[in-house]
């Protein structure tokens, strides 16, 4: 058990190695290196009990707030932080796979440690959140399957556990609060190992009614704190459609994770076209199908999809979030949602292995997969520096041809920020001129 917890845990420092060498980049100067409330003596009180911050997140603030005084401008430390954040991530996601008795419990937790969507989470500090909120919500999802296991036994394991799991997902929201939709996800869990009962419903309320509050505390400081004063709103039948194209590239990165980037060029769509909303219907006729066959072999897909889609449904576009100014989808945002992809995978490779005739070329196929994914994680890792990742996010922009909604004027501008500025030119900038559709010729959903 030791060797195989060491084994994931040295996969990730090997994956994530060239993170250590890289240094501060977008936003780490607004949440760390330039946030005064980081550097008072007195800046936890802040950080806690007001709406000075950009964001409600104490306690990611919190370590940032200890760890200022333990490395100050060394980068290194707070990657080191990270890297081992997510090594427990994974160590707690293949125990949380043991105990709902997956297949291939350990495959699916290590192709979710080295996968290269990760980096974008892992190598970037500001991404702390991300990591730190994964940790209390898995071990919310450990604690709460240990108290359903211990339910009716004699003595206090139920209850001391239940409320372990409750204060754990408290913790993950003041984070961050993207694991906001564990109680359905819990309530899917239920569902997915046999149905759901009235004690699972009774068991859930009290995370609903955190979930509730928190998601209260992070729209109001997503809207009166983080959107800056030129964000360019959209209406909500203009974001829809956008919905279904989010979801689908969710999927393609987590299942094809080539030419990852920190931003990605907007989609020119047209909610006013009857075409644009084909990715969202299909998405829902793929869960109808899911359901439909629910009995027999459609029921371990559809919850793991339908996992993907809860974890991703705040960072969809049904609700208007700041990074959306710069890119409509984004890495970081699939931290969360990445594991029920790995875990279907991981499992569905065992049960081909399983069969005679596929034994080798599904071991073998197991080993390639995990071997590829450290090696483009490695590769994705140096990226994540301030000399590179903006040359190598229009590079990429401007390599994907049709995603492109910028004119050739806003890429001249854009360069030679990057030429005459290299350290001091702003990234909003940058990312409005690359990415964001031009002011001159806006497309029609967004007018």
Request: net charge positive; glycine share 6%; proline share 6%.
């Amino acid at each position: 058990m030791w060797f195989a917890a060491m084994g994931m845990i040295a996969m990730v420092l090997l994956a994530f190695w060239p993170a250590l060498k890289n240094g501060f980049i977008w936003d780490d100067d607004l949440l760390l290196t330039d946030n005064v409330l980081i550097k008072l003596p007195d800046g936890l009180r802040y950080l806690w009990f007001s709406t000075a911050p950009i964001d409600y997140f104490p306690l990611t603030y919190s370590t940032f707030w200890v760890e200022w005084r333990l490395w100050g401008m060394n980068a290194t430390g707070y990657h080191l932080t990270n890297i081992l954040l997510h090594a427990a991530n994974a160590v707690l996601l293949w125990r949380v796979l043991l105990r709902l008795k997956i297949p291939a419990a350990w495959l699916g937790a290590a192709l979710f440690a080295v996968h290269p969507v990760n980096v974008a989470s892992v190598s970037w500090i500001a991404e702390r959140k991300n990591t730190l909120a994964l940790l209390f919500f898995l071990l919310s999802v450990w604690w709460w399957l240990k108290s359903e296991s211990e339910s009716g036994k004699p003595g206090r394991a139920a209850g001391d556990h239940y409320a372990l799991s409750l204060a754990a997902f408290v913790l993950s929201l003041l984070s961050k609060t993207a694991g906001v939709m564990l109680p359905f996800i819990l309530l899917g869990l239920a569902w997915w190992r046999g149905g759901i009962q009235r004690a699972d419903i009774r068991r859930v309320i009290p995370f609903f009614g955190v979930a509730f509050v928190m998601g209260l505390i992070t729209i109001w400081f997503q809207y009166h704190r983080a959107l800056e004063a030129d964000f360019q709103h959209r209406s909500f039948f203009a974001r829809l459609p956008l919905t279904g194209y989010a979801a689908w590239f969710y999927l393609g990165k987590a299942f094809w994770p080539l030419n990852l980037s920190p931003v990605y060029a907007g989609w020119p769509v047209d909610p006013h076209s009857v075409i644009a909303y084909l990715p969202g219907v299909l998405l829902v006729g793929l869960l109808i199908v899911l359901w439909w066959y629910r009995g027999t072999w459609g029921r371990p897909l559809f919850f793991a999809l339908g996992g993907f889609l809860l974890a991703l449904f705040p960072v969809l576009g049904f609700l208007e979030v700041n990074f959306q100014q710069f890119s409509w989808v984004a890495d970081h945002w699939q931290y969360f949602s990445l594991p029920f992809v790995t875990t279907l995978v991981g499992a569905g490779l065992y049960k081909l292995s399983q069969r005679k005739a596929w034994a080798l070329p599904g071991r073998c196929a197991m080993v390639g997969i995990v071997a590829a994914c450290m090696v483009l994680t490695w590769q994705q890792a140096k990226v994540y520096n301030n000399e590179t990742i903006w040359s190598d996010a229009i590079k990429k922009i401007r390599n994907a041809g049709w995603l492109i909604t910028t004119t050739d004027k806003s890429w001249r501008i854009a360069e030679i920020w990057k030429r005459r500025w290299p350290i001091f030119a702003s990234p909003s900038n940058i990312i409005r001129a690359c990415v964001m559709p031009s002011l001159d010729f806006p497309p029609p959903c967004c007018n």
